[in-house]
């Protein structure tokens, strides 16, 4: 059974503080992985996507994969309140590429 | 506007009665799945397709049944065996393309199946 595991939360974070999400997964041969936010009630977006090992810069997003470790985070520099929501860490593997998610872990900023 | 529609938003199962899920997607996309969210859990995947007229079960197909008879469109059913049918219902498509594709998936609005 593959299993991806996220921080539990929920987190709090002041506005302007860098917010720190993790992730690990258990199937050693997952080949993509991807953060997707979810507001509340409205289904998830894709927020950022990466697939080897090192950081992947978008905006005030970083997104970091460790395959060694079996570990990805999700970095929110600078964090808005538009940026409370619940963050959803999916990691794609099989013949198929189908997503196995975490349970997600919901990020509250503080203005 | 390209992107996938999910119809109703909201819906009501009666005890005993089938329910059809609308999925449609005009992203030119190959694959489509059908996932299951209940409240504060993550995913889980019911049924996806990788072309039409073929399809697989994913964790949790028991209760469920799907067809793609065209590539556009991925309607799932809720049968009366699904006991516990409440939860938030997504839809969602990928270019495709087998192993080597990047498999980036988009997702619908969502329908919001509660039982009567």
């Known amino acids: 059974q593959k299993e991806v595991e996220q921080n539990s939360g929920p987190l709090s974070v002041p506005e302007g503080a860098i917010a720190s999400l993790n992730c690990t997964y258990s199937?050693?041969?997952?080949?993509?992985f991807f953060w997707y936010r979810q507001y509340s009630g409205k289904s998830p977006e894709l927020i950022m996507s990466?697939?080897?090992?090192g950081d992947k810069e978008d905006g005030r997003f970083t997104a970091q994969l460790n395959k060694a470790s079996q570990y990805v985070s999700l970095l929110i520099r600078d964090s808005q309140p538009s940026d409370s929501a619940t963050y959803l860490c999916?990691?794609?593997?099989?013949?198929?590429?189908?997503?196995?998610f975490g349970s997600g872990t919901q990020l509250t900023v503080l203005p | 506007d390209g992107g996938i529609t999910q119809s109703p938003k909201y819906l009501f199962r009666k005890e005993g009665q089938n329910v059809t899920l609308s999925c449609e997607q005009n992203?030119?996309?190959?694959?489509m799945y059908w996932y299951r969210q209940d409240p504060g859990q993550g995913l889980r995947l019911i049924y996806y397709?990788?072309?039409?007229?073929?399809?697989q079960k994913g964790d949790i197909a028991e209760g469920y049944s799907v067809s793609r008879e065209k590539k556009e469109s991925f309607p799932l059913t809720v049968t009366s065996a699904q006991k516990n049918p409440t939860a938030f219902y997504l839809c969602?498509?990928?270019?495709?393309?087998?192993?080597?594709?990047?498999?980036?998936?988009?997702f619908g609005a969502g329908t919001r199946l509660s039982v009567l």
């Open positions: 397709s990788q072309i039409v007229n073929d399809f």
């Open positions: 992203l030119n996309h190959d694959a």
């Open positions: 199937d050693r041969v997952s080949q993509s």
């Open positions: 990466i697939y080897s090992n």
């Open positions: 969602a498509s990928s270019i495709g393309g087998g192993v080597l594709a990047k498999n980036i998936q988009y």
């Open positions: 999916a990691v794609s593997s099989g013949s198929a590429r189908q997503l196995t």
